[in-house]
């Protein structure tokens, strides 16, 4: 590889913009270029080392404890930390077929620094920013329990806003005054707000809810808004003295689209009588159900579900409890799974379990609650996870367009009437939503 091109790929990499033209020209002498193959391993989770890579061409897969943290492509890098301390790495990389790298070493960055001292200075001062962006902590209450009262709002934001504006509202809503005395809120964006006031960390496939199933059929309308806030705490008046506080700050930069209250139902159970969530994942391992992946872009934050179900209860409850529990797969007393031929391939359960090509099961974390009067009453489904895709394939399996025609049985008995997709920034990233509306590129939001 020649210099020329050496030189031209470190310009572009974050940690050396601040360098001046002969520190990168220096930069570059030192550099290697290497090729690796597929299958190729670059650096060990546990191992020493004190290479620092730049992608070139193709691809390395960057994992932790065996999951996948991320794919990185020409222009991106990886074990800048270990150009500093040489400490054992933190995951391991992979080349995902062939790979051209630069690679400079901890050895070759010293001679950098004893040649020109000023530039681990400069180094360091990216270096911190890039860690201080990767240490990320979730909005705690897509996780928090025990609450009984539930209140959901969605608002478009008003024409002509003023996105600095929008931006230091939106990022005290993860503050004490809609967040205290036991109540607990998730704040989450559409893609286009999103989009325009943090457009460095828009996680991969963020984009707006479309409709889903067949004209005549079985099917789930679009209803994507900006903002969607959840609220809830132990009892009603606590939630609606708190959200009326949110929605005070809210409405300077946006009107109300939509609000549901909801509730728990006895034990947990949806209006069917069926116990909601039976097969969520546990505590420890709804964190990585729910939240986008280290090293990835909106990492620490969660892609949110948000669909409102109405049941026709009538019609349900003319059928047997045996016919009720071949519609869901499950028992209704205990919530145990049917096996084999007593459930069927169109029952709830059987439809939304979802699995990858290797068989591996897709985790989805739900938090969805009952909600409704005697007239219209159903299930406002929550649901956030790490990866959109999963919803869409589990909406294609629910409403028959995933191919094999069937669609699930529980759709005959109710029905959706909203649909959107939200993404749920972790709180430093809502904390950093002034400076991100003010520093990233020049975005143009369009409001309907």
């Known amino acids: 590889m020649s210099q020329d091109t050496k030189l031209a790929v470190l310009k572009d990499v974050p940690l050396f913009r601040s360098l001046e033209t002969t520190q990168l020209e220096r930069l570059a002498e030192l550099a290697a270029d290497v090729q690796a193959n597929d299958g190729d391993v670059l650096m060990r989770q546990g191992e020493s080392g004190d290479e620092f890579f730049v992608v070139i061409s193709g691809n390395v897969i960057v994992e932790r404890e065996g999951q996948r943290l991320a794919r990185l492509g020409p222009g991106d890098f990886l074990g800048e930390i270990a150009l500093i301390d040489g400490r054992p790495r933190t995951a391991t990389a992979t080349a995902d077929g062939d790979v051209q790298l630069i690679v400079l070493d901890h050895g070759h960055f010293e001679a950098l620094l004893d040649e020109f001292p000023g530039v681990g200075r400069q180094v360091a001062r990216t270096l911190v920013d890039r860690i201080r962006r990767t240490v990320t902590v979730p909005q705690f209450g897509i996780f928090a329990q025990g609450t009984n009262a539930h209140a959901f709002l969605e608002w478009d934001l008003r024409p002509d806003v003023d996105l600095l504006e929008a931006a230091s509202v939106l990022g005290r809503l993860r503050g004490p005054s809609v967040s205290a005395g036991g109540v607990n809120v998730v704040v989450a964006f559409g893609a286009d707000l999103w989009r325009a006031l943090a457009p460095r960390d828009v996680p991969a496939g963020l984009g707006p809810f479309q409709p889903v199933g067949r004209l005549g059929g079985h099917h789930a309308p679009a209803t994507q808004h900006d903002l969607w806030l959840w609220m809830n705490g132990s009892s009603q008046d606590v939630v609606f003295e708190h959200t009326r506080a949110a929605a005070s700050a809210i409405e300077t930069v946006a009107q109300l689209a939509n609000e549901q209250l909801a509730f728990v139902h006895r034990d947990s159970r949806d209006l069917t009588g069926f116990l909601d969530g039976t097969a969520n994942p546990t505590m420890l391992e709804a964190p990585m159900a729910a939240l986008v992946p ?136 809502l904390a950093e939503l002034p400076m991100s509306a003010t520093t990233g590129p020049d975005m143009a939001l369009v409001v309907d």
């Open 294 to 429: 280290d090293g990835q872009p909106g990492a620490g934050g969660s892609h949110v579900l948000a669909i409102r179900w109405v049941h026709d209860l009538k019609a349900f409850d003319t059928l047997s409890v045996d016919d009720q529990e071949r519609v869901f797969g499950r028992t209704k007393a205990e919530s145990i799974e049917l096996e084999g031929d007593a459930k069927p391939p169109t029952a709830h359960i059987a439809r939304v379990e979802i699995e990858d090509e290797a068989g591996v099961e897709l985790p989805i974390y739900r938090r969805s609650v009952p909600y409704g009067n005697v007239v219209e009453h159903g299930l406002y489904f929550v649901a956030f996870s790490a990866d959109r895709s999963r919803f869409d394939t589990m909406l294609g399996r629910m409403f028959g367009t995933d191919g094999d025609g069937l669609h699930d049985h529980l759709t005959d008995f109710s029905r959706p009437v909203s649909g959107a997709y939200y993404y749920a920034p972790p709180l430093n990233l």
